[in-house]
């Protein structure tokens, strides 16, 4: 199974499942022909995305963009003061969570609040 992103002024308007036999030319798979497969069923401009993040950085969500430039689908940024990793297209707080415990961020006071 293939996972198609639509993208409505480069963000991600939905995420469909199609199969691997709309997918493929003489059984080997065609992004191009998958994105037509999704066109022509429900119209939009249509891109690839990978459920284990093999393509394009992230698997695209709704609310998604897409970034021609990384050619990656980034989530929308959860707070101000995060910034982007470059390496992976994922947003990092300035101060690294713990790693015991469960954390939230609190971006008031820039750090991690442990929840109780």
Request: include cysteine; hydrophobic fraction near 45%; proline fraction near 3%.
């Amino acid at each position: 199974m293939a996972h198609f992103a639509e993208l409505v002024n480069g963000i991600v308007a939905r995420v469909i499942v199609v199969s691997n036999a709309d997918t493929a030319s003489n059984g080997v798979e065609d992004e191009a022909i998958g994105a037509a497969f999704c066109h022509n069923l429900l119209g939009g401009e249509w891109m690839q995305t990978s459920y284990n993040n093999n393509i394009r950085k992230n698997y695209a969500g709704i609310g998604y963009t897409y970034d021609t430039v990384r050619d990656a689908f980034i989530a929308p940024k959860p707070f101000a003061s995060w910034g982007l990793d470059e390496a992976t297209c994922r947003w990092e707080a300035p101060v690294a969570m713990p790693s015991e415990g469960v954390w939230m961020w609190d971006e008031a006071t820039m750090s991690w609040i442990e929840m109780q």
